[in-house]
Structures are given as C-alpha cells and as structure tokens.
C-alpha cells in the first residue's frame, strides 16, 4: 500500500496522504494519551519518530514509550537555569543569538573549556539546552544546529566515551530528528582516536548528519558559507562576527526561558495548538 518509504527525508518519496495515515496509524496504536504526553505528540512530532525507524508504526510506537519513559524520570522540561548555570560560565556550550541560513536555532560547543567535573551534571546542561533551543525554533522550523569549536581541546578535557555514549544515546533515542547538522570545527589529529570509538554508537543517519570542517581546505570553507551567514558566524568558525559569550548576559535570558518553559508545559485542560513540532498553549484572545 505504502511503496518504497523514504528513510533519509520526512517526506522524500512519500504522499503526504500516506504520512498522515501512517501518523494517525501511530496514534491508535498509542492509544489516548494525557498530561505532557499528549503536549508532546504532535502530528510533527510521531512523524519524526516514524522516520527515525524507517516508518515502522510498532517500532516507533516502542521509541516514543521508551522516551515518556525517559522523561517522566529525568523530567528535562523541568531543569531549570540556577540548576545548572555554573556549567555554562566558561561559555563551553550556549544557544547563539543567530540562525543558520535555514532558520535553524545553532547551539555552540566549545569543549576545550570545560570547567567542570560531574557527567551527569554536564549531560542535564547540554539536555537543558536541547530544550530550550527547541522551544525557541523559528515557526515552521523542527531542527537544531551544532557548531563545536576544538580550539584548546585535548583529550584531558575530553568527555569520558561512557558519558559521549549517553549523549548519543539521549540524542537519537529521545529527541530523533532534531539535529539537522553538526560541525566539528579544526579537530586535531589527537581527535580522530577519539572519534573512532564514538562513531559506533551513532546510528547511519546521525552519522550522516556530521561534517568535519578544517579551516584551511576550501571545500570546509564553502561547506560553512553554504549554511551561515558570514556576517553573523563567529570568527572562531571562519565568519566575521565578533561575539563573546557574557555569562550575566546570558543568565538573563535563560531565565526568561524558564519562564516561557513553565508556560509552555503547564498541566490541565487548556488547549495546545502545534508549533515547530511541539504543541503550545493556545492564547485567549483579550
């Protein structure tokens, strides 16, 4: 009935009747769903999980109870800034004031300035900040960007493969479909030992999604014109702008997030219309 599904774009070889049957499909099968469960499953949302299991409805059915599963233990739309602030002083991983060309919200990575010793403090950190880049998606817009920078990177500043396995592991399994592309701006060759052993755990698509930049070759040269603005890259990336992370300043507007993000998952019976894949309290009009 359903042909050739496409595995590599949402809607690449696929009607969109035959996505909305598949979603609605997954829906049954998942049966009527309440609190933030059912905030969290919009149409946008079960079509990302059907493309991350190739449009099987059972297998994406058992990946989205594995993630209700996930968050109602580590609960990420409940972190909260103060929680994890001091893991952000270094300005080792932030939301940028930019998009890239597709509009997509940029996270940037610096780890060559970890200033912290606590995986699990590190992962809520980079959670939290999954989060908030995904409630801060221009509209029509369901993926994120990852810019990482090694300058000052060594492997004693490295995340341990046991913590660079979870990450990867929360990434694919509880947020499918939201990383459009990750740079990984002038690695040195130290890395590539590195990355031999975290390479296993990224499934093909997640793979796919990884571009290695060097500075010095043109086609990485093109690669980040062709997704960023010159204007507004940071010069750490190859562009022109001049940024520097200011942790007050910052603070600032995590807090205000905060704010947006207990709105946005309030509990009770008020109506949630879809935005960038979520659904968002609807507003009474004054």
Known sequence: MFGRWSTSH??????QEQITSKVNELKAKLGPL??????????????????????????????LEETFKWRSMYKPDEIRWPEIAFESETGK???ASFHDREGRTVLIMKPGKQN?????????????L???????LPEGQEQMSWLIDFNGWSLSTSVPI????????ILQNHYPERLALAFLYNPPRI???????VKYFLDPKTFQKVRFVYPKKQESVELMKSYFDEENLPSEFGGKAQLEYVHEEYSRLMIQDDVKCAAFWEPGEKQHHVINGYTSAAVAPE
């Not at 912290?116 to 939290?128: C, G, M």
């Not at 046991?162 to 592991?169: D, G, L």
């Open 116 to 128: 912290t010793t606590s995986l699990e403090n590190q992962i809520r950190h980079l959670v939290y």
């Open 10 to 15: 949402h809607e690449e070889g696929n009607s």
């Open 93 to 95: 991983l932030y939301r």
């Open 191 to 197: 890395f590539e030992a590195f990355w031999k052993v």
């Open 130 to 136: 999954m989060e908030n880049a995904l409630l801060n």
């Open 162 to 169: 046991k913590s660079a396995r979870e990450t990867v592991n």
């Open 34 to 63: 309440v609190g933030r469960n059912a905030i969290y499953c919009s149409d946008a949302c079960l079509k990302r999980y059907l493309v991350a299991r190739n449009w099987n409805v059972d297998k994406a059915k058992k990946m």
